[in-house]
């Protein structure tokens, strides 16, 4: 049987912010004005139609919640922790640079905001909620959680919802995070597993909460049982700016065998699989797209792209709710993708 | 942001929403805010004139409006102040939430309206008021 892989790491989902000086990823806005940008990264895979998503919550330390959203292209099964070195060693193999719990069923305490809660769920320090809901309503219901989003969280989170309604929040408990003896840095690595059959990567929300001036730095990894195409496409090896390109190949055996050696990660073949890293430095007002992936030979979808958006009373179905951050094609697909934004901090 | 053209803004501004405001004396304006941008951007209104400005908050974040030069506009975005609703053409708008606060515009010249949640300002919450 063919084996299909799709794995997907991105740093710095969904920023949403904080009221404390402190947040998991992304951005944070201090009660001065200044954003923190810390790193999170995610690795998601694709194996016999269902995506595993892999990310990681890094603890920034604060004396109240803080954490972040993250949209979803379907709904999770399973939520756990995963392997501690499968992003760093992606990393590694590129240049000189995570993730357990049961399911619970979600709660009605999302009602007044129109939002329905798919599950929560505990890893460590971290409080996981899956939610479903249009882009006013999860604004609503995270703004009643305690998040304090940045002004360009209204329009990113409608050009998400528009596409997938589904969105995953991750908080730090402070009080578990102390109990646990986290330390600033320290990172939460999660695991998500989603059936789903069209995979793309959001990449608009890395510019969350940053001046259209700033620099948006990413790194993503992406492995597949053949050569994928990508929308937009990347720009050739050693370009200074932009999406690059930087290595497509078969992917090496040695890297293969190490990410299949990490926790929960056996998923991933022991051969056969396609290599590409993409290096994104890009401004921020011009990071107005995601990536769409296709790895059955076809096009990629302009709409999986965010080049194009469904109508505003199209809500998206379940059967499309793939929106946000992958889309995955059907049945032979194999991507392996990992982004990891770099750590950076900007002071406004 | 979104601009609202000449017309469309002197047509707000001068009549199009004239019988909601909150005394005979005064004539109201319109703010929407939507996406984290006023709609519209630019206004104009008659020295002398009370204006009562209705602010529809449409985004599901909060949001705040304040009328007032650049030096008042300064002060808001290195302030503190949590919640606004006392001062004559300063109100915060909850998420989802429509406030009114009303203005007299004393001398012809330009005023600004701008937000000063942290970020907003920067963001582009911000519009130009023409006062003739």
């Known amino acids: ?348 | 942001m979104k601009r609202v053209w000449l017309p469309l803004a002197c047509l707000v501004a001068f009549g199009a929403c004239g019988s909601a405001g909150a005394s005979t004396d005064e004539r109201t304006i319109t703010i929407e805010i939507e996406h984290s941008a006023f709609i519209p951007t630019d206004v104009y209104v008659r020295s002398g004139e009370r204006v009562r400005f209705v602010v529809v908050n449409n985004d599901p974040i909060d949001h705040e409006f304040i009328v007032g030069d650049e030096h008042i506009q300064l002060i808001h975005e290195e302030g503190t102040e949590r919640h606004h609703g006392a001062r004559d053409g300063e109100i915060s708008v909850p998420a989802g939430a429509t406030r009114a606060t009303s203005y007299t515009f004393e001398e012809a010249g330009r005023l600004l309206y701008g937000c000063h949640l942290p970020l907003h300002y920067d963001y582009g919450m911000r519009g130009d008021i023409t006062i003739r």
């Open chain 1, 1 to 348: 049987m063919r084996r299909a892989l799709l794995c997907l790491s991105l740093s710095a989902l969904f920023v949403m912010g904080i009221a404390a000086p402190a947040l998991a990823c992304g951005g944070l806005v201090n009660p001065n004005g200044t954003v923190s940008l810390l790193r999170t990264s995610t690795f998601v895979g694709y194996f016999d139609g269902v995506e595993h998503y892999v990310t990681s919550f890094e603890f920034a330390g604060g004396g109240e919640k803080f954490g972040s959203i993250v949209p979803l292209p379907g709904v999770p099964t399973d939520v756990k922790r995963a392997g501690d070195w499968t992003l760093q060693r992606l990393a590694e193999e590129v240049a000189p640079p995570v993730f357990e719990a049961a399911l619970a069923d979600g709660d009605e305490r999302a009602a007044a905001s129109g939002v329905e809660v798919i599950l929560e769920t505990k890893i460590d320090a971290l409080d996981i909620t899956i939610v479903k809901g249009g882009g006013d309503s999860v604004g609503r219901w995270a703004k009643e959680e305690g998040f304090a989003l940045t002004p360009d969280a209204p329009e990113i989170l409608d050009f998400y919802a528009r596409r997938s309604p589904y969105f995953m929040a991750a908080s730090f408990d402070v009080g578990r995070a102390e109990d646990l003896e986290q330390s600033i840095g320290d990172g939460t690595p999660i695991h998500l597993t989603i059936p789903t059959d069209r995979p793309w990567v959001p990449l608009r929300i890395l510019s969350l909460g940053r001046k259209p001036q700033a620099t948006v730095s990413a790194d993503v990894f992406l492995l597949t049982d053949r050569a994928p195409t990508l929308l937009p496409a990347p720009k050739p090896k050693d370009t200074p700016r932009g999406m690059v390109l930087e290595r497509s190949e078969e992917a090496p055996s040695l890297l293969l065998t190490d990410l299949r050696g990490d926790k929960g990660m056996d998923w991933i073949p022991p051969a056969d699989a396609w290599f590409t890293y993409l290096r994104i430095d890009k401004r921020a007002g011009k990071l107005v797209h995601d990536l769409a992936v296709s790895v059955n030979g076809g096009e990629p979808n302009w709409r999986d792209a965010g080049y194009v958006l469904p109508p505003v009373d199209e809500a998206p179905s379940d059967e499309s709710l793939l929106g946000t951050l992958f889309i995955v094609a059907a049945g032979t697909a194999a991507v392996g993708l990992l982004i990891r934004r770099k750590v950076r901090s900007v002071a406004r």
